[in-house]
C-alpha cells in the first residue's frame, strides 16, 4: 500500500518527518520509513492554497472590465484552478496523490485546513470514494503528539463536512466579492465618485462597526451632570459615600430642589451609620485563552495587531511550545490538565515562580471536556524552552510564551482574596453607601505579575459603628458625561466575536458566551487588514480610524439591513456552521447568496440615487474631497487628487477638461509627499537624488512646472 500524507506547507510537512525514524528529503515531499508506516510512506506539501477559485474573467473575456450590465456574475459550476507559481509543486502532488492507495490529509486540523487538502485531492481528479481518506487531527507539533495522532487516525469522512462549509464560506464570498464590488464601485463613480469599493461578506459589516463609533463619537455632546456625596476624612484621607440609588441631577436647581424635598441642605450635617456589612470574597484566575481572547489581551498590553499576535503564536507553535493557536475555546480536556499537573515544577521553574502551586483538582472553569469541540485552550505544550532560547526570542513572541504560561499556572494557584466593606449611612432619611476593600491574599495576581489591588484613599475607610453620629460634609460633585472611546484592533476582534454587541472589556465577557459573531478566530486578524489595506481604516495611536473613503462607503449603507448589520451577518455565520453539522446544505446557502445579489443589483442604484441627492451626502463628498486633494491645479486652480496610477486635477478630461496631471513615479523615482507639495505650492522642488535616465545611469535634478508641465532643471556645476 501506497501511503500519501499531504500538508499544508513545508515546515509542517518537515516536522512530520522529523517525528519518523527515518526521512529523505526529495524535490517536493519527503520518504520516511518507520514502523508507523510499514511498507513506507510519503510526505508531501501545499503553499497554503495551491489551487483557488477562477476569476471572472477567466469564465468569460467580457468579465475583464467592470460593467454594470454585465451583472450578476454566477457561474454555472464554479470552478478552481493552479496559478503558474505554483503549478509545479501542484503537479508533484498531483501525481504522488494518483499514485497512492491511502491518503492522509495532515493539514491544519481546522475547517481552512480541510479546504486547502481537498481542494487539492479534487483539482488532482480523485473524487470522495475513490480512495482511503483518514485524518490526521493534532493541536501539538511535538514528536509524541504527531506519532500519537498518526496512530489514531480519524476517518475523513468525520471531517468532511468541515470542508464543505468552508467551501461554501469561500463561494459565498466570491458571489459577494466579485458581484457587489463592481456594483457599489460603479454606481458611485456614477455619482462623481473615485476610486474602488471592495465589498465583502464580513469585512463590510465589520467596516461598518467602526464607522458608526466614530459617528457616535463625532455627534456626542457632553453633558454636564451631578452627584450628590457624603464626604468625610479618615486620620487626614479622605472618604465619600454616594446615594444608594446612584441619582443623578442634570442641574444644580433639581438637586437643590431633591435635597430641599428631603429637609437637607449642602455642607457639613450630622449622619447615622445605619449598617456596617464586612465579608471575606475571592475570584478565581482568568480563563485560559482562546486566540481572540489572547489578540484583545496583547493589543491591550503590547499594541500588537491581530494579525502580529496570530503569528507570533503560530511562530511558537511550530517551535512546538504553544499548542495550536486558532481556537475559540477557552477549555481543557482532562489530557491536557495531566500533563500541565506533571510538568507545573517545570514551567514555574522556567519563569522563576516561587509560589506554592496547590490547587491540583480538576476545576470545570477550566476543564471541561464537553466544551472542547476541535481544539482546546492555547496553552504550554510538554516541551518546554531553555532560559536561553526563551530570553532570544522576539518580544512579542516572549510576551505572548510568559502570558500563556502564567495564566495556565495561575488555574493551579490560591484564588485572590480579599475583604470587602460596605457601609449603609442615613442623612436624615436619605440613604447613602460607602465601599471599600482591602487585598488579603494575592493569590493568582502575583503568577500574572498584576499589581496589589490599590487602597485608594477614597476606599480606606475608616473604623465605625453601627448606629452612631458622624459628621460629614455633603456635596454635590460636578461631572460630565463621556463619548464611547474608540475601537483599537483588540476591541475590534472583541467586538466581531460578540457581533457587535456592546460588552464589558473582560475577558470572560467578552470571550466566554456562546461564538456567535462575524468572520472566525482564524480569518477576523485577515478582515481587519484587508480594510487597512483597501484605505477604509488607519490606525492612529494604537486607535482605528475610518478614512474619508471609508466614511463614504459608510454612509452609502448606513441605512442597509444587512451590511450595517454585524449581528445579521452572524446569522449567516451560524448558517455557515450548521452546514458544517450537515444541517444545512451548500447549495440551500448559496441559492440564497445569489437572490441576495439580485436584491442588492436592483436597489443599489435606486438608493444611491436617492442619497446622492440630500445635503449630508454633498457633506461628505466635499469632505472626502478636501481629504484627498492634494494641492492645487496649476492649471486651472482645482484640486489635485489621488487618481491611482497618477497625482491629476478632479476636472482631468472633463468638460471643460484640464489634463495637468503628475505621475507618481518619474524615471524610477518615486515621488515624495513633500516633493509633491513643494511642487504644487512652490512651482518647484529641492533637488531630487535618484533618477533613471533612459541610458540607466542616476542622475540628480528638481522638478519644475513650465507651461502646465513637469519638467526637469539640473543643478548648476
Request: proline share 4%; glycine share 6%.
Amino acid at each position: 500500500m501506497t501511503t500519501i500524507i499531504l500538508a499544508e506547507k513545508p515546515s509542517q510537512a518537515k516536522e512530520y518527518a522529523q517525528a519518523m525514524a527515518k526521512q529523505t528529503k526529495k524535490n517536493g515531499y519527503f520518504e520516511i520509513e518507520d514502523e508507523l508506516f510499514p511498507e513506507g510512506a510519503v510526505v508531501t506539501y501545499g503553499f497554503g492554497h495551491l489551487v483557488d477559485l477562477l476569476l471572472p474573467k477567466d469564465y468569460a473575456a467580457h468579465h475583464a472590465k467592470w460593467s454594470l450590465e454585465n451583472l450578476p456574475i454566477f457561474p454555472e459550476t464554479m470552478q478552481y484552478n493552479v496559478s503558474k507559481d505554483k503549478m509545479p509543486q501542484f503537479n508533484i502532488v498531483k501525481k504522488l496523490l494518483q499514485d497512492a492507495n491511502r491518503i492522509i490529509i495532515a493539514t491544519d486540523c481546522d475547517r481552512e485546513g480541510e479546504l486547502i487538502a481537498w481542494l487539492i485531492i479534487q483539482q488532482a481528479g480523485i473524487k470522495k470514494g475513490d480512495k482511503q481518506v483518514q485524518r490526521l487531527w493534532i493541536n501539538s507539533l511535538e514528536k509524541e503528539a504527531i506519532r500519537k495522532g498518526f496512530v489514531n487516525l480519524k476517518d475523513a469522512n468525520d471531517t468532511y463536512p468541515k470542508f464543505m462549509e468552508a467551501q461554501t464560506r469561500q463561494m459565498s464570498d466570491w458571489l459577494v466579492g466579485m458581484n457587489l464590488s463592481p456594483l457599489y464601485t460603479l454606481s458611485l463613480q456614477e455619482k462623481g465618485t473615485q476610486g474602488t469599493f471592495p465589498i465583502g461578506r464580513v469585512q463590510t459589516p465589520t467596516l461598518m462597526m467602526v464607522y458608526r463609533r466614530q459617528k457616535e463619537i463625532k455627534q456626542f455632546q457632553s453633558k454636564d451632570y451631578f452627584e450628590l456625596e457624603l464626604q468625610g476624612k479618615n486620620n487626614g484621607r479622605p472618604w465619600k459615600a454616594t446615594l444608594k440609588e446612584n441619582q443623578k441631577f442634570d442641574t444644580k436647581q433639581n438637586y437643590t430642589a431633591f435635597l430641599q424635598s428631603k429637609q437637607l441642605q449642602e455642607g457639613s450635617q450630622e449622619v447615622c451609620v445605619a449598617d456596617i456589612q464586612m465579608q471575606e470574597k475571592e475570584t478565581a484566575s482568568p480563563r485560559l485563552f482562546s486566540l481572540s481572547a489572547l489578540q484583545v489581551a496583547m493589543s491591550k498590553q503590547q499594541k500588537a495587531s491581530p494579525k502580529q499576535t496570530l503569528e507570533a503564536v503560530q511562530h511558537l507553535y511550530e517551535k512546538k511550545w504553544l499548542t495550536y493557536p486558532r481556537t475559540d475555546s477557552v477549555y481543557i480536556t482532562e489530557n491536557e490538565f495531566a500533563y500541565l499537573l506533571e510538568k507545573k515544577k517545570d514551567y514555574q521553574s522556567l519563569l522563576a515562580i516561587q509560589q506554592d502551586l496547590n490547587n491540583t483538582e480538576q476545576r470545570t472553569r477550566y476543564v471541561n471536556s464537553k466544551k472542547v469541540q476541535e481544539h482546546h485552550a492555547i496553552i504550554p505544550t510538554k516541551t518546554i524552552p531553555k532560559p536561553s532560547d526563551l530570553k532570544a526570542l522576539p518580544p512579542l513572541e516572549k510576551n505572548i510564551y510568559e502570558l500563556v504560561t502564567r495564566t495556565t499556572l495561575a488555574m493551579f494557584a490560591d484564588p485572590f482574596r480579599y475583604e470587602e466593606t460596605i457601609i449603609d449611612l442615613l442623612a436624615k432619611e436619605l440613604a447613602f453607601v460607602a465601599k471599600g476593600k482591602v487585598e488579603r491574599s494575592p493569590g493568582w495576581k502575583s503568577i500574572l505579575k498584576e499589581p496589589a489591588e490599590k487602597q485608594k484613599e477614597e476606599h480606606m475607610l475608616p473604623a465605625l459603628e453601627k448606629g452612631t453620629l458622624i459628621s460629614m460634609d455633603l456635596q454635590a460633585a460636578a461631572k460630565k458625561t463621556h463619548p464611547p472611546k474608540p475601537f483599537t484592533e483588540g476591541t475590534l476582534i472583541q467586538a466581531m466575536k460578540q457581533a457587535g454587541k456592546e460588552l464589558d472589556t473582560d475577558q470572560a465577557q467578552a470571550i466566554l458566551k456562546e461564538v456567535e459573531g462575524i468572520g472566525t478566530e482564524a480569518t477576523r486578524a485577515d478582515v481587519i487588514e484587508r480594510l487597512k489595506a483597501q484605505a477604509y481604516i488607519v490606525v492612529a495611536k494604537n486607535q482605528l480610524e475610518v478614512t474619508a473613503k471609508g466614511q463614504q462607503l459608510g454612509r452609502v449603507l448606513e441605512d442597509d439591513k444587512l451590511f450595517s448589520s454585524a449581528e445579521m451577518t452572524a446569522a449567516w455565520e451560524k448558517d455557515l456552521r450548521s452546514i458544517g453539522e450537515e444541517v444545512l446544505t451548500q447549495e440551500v446557502f448559496l441559492k440564497r447568496i445569489r437572490h441576495l445579489v439580485k436584491q442588492y443589483i436592483k436597489q443599489v442604484p435606486e438608493t444611491l440615487q436617492k442619497i446622492s441627492q440630500s445635503d449630508e451626502w454633498k457633506d461628505v463628498q466635499q469632505q472626502v474631497q478636501a481629504a484627498s486633494s492634494i494641492g492645487n491645479c496649476p492649471v486651472c486652480g482645482r484640486s489635485i487628487v489621488d487618481k491611482g496610477a497618477f497625482y491629476g486635477c478632479e476636472g482631468y478630461l472633463d468638460n471643460p477638461s484640464c489634463s495637468f496631471s503628475i505621475s507618481k513615479k518619474i524615471r524610477g523615482k518615486a515621488l515624495g509627499k513633500r516633493d509633491l507639495t513643494a511642487l504644487l505650492s512652490k512651482g518647484s522642488t529641492n533637488v531630487i537624488k535618484g533618477f533613471t535616465s533612459k541610458a540607466g545611469k542616476s542622475f540628480d535634478a528638481q522638478l519644475k512646472i513650465e507651461d502646465g508641465k513637469v519638467q526637469f532643471v539640473f543643478p548648476k556645476r
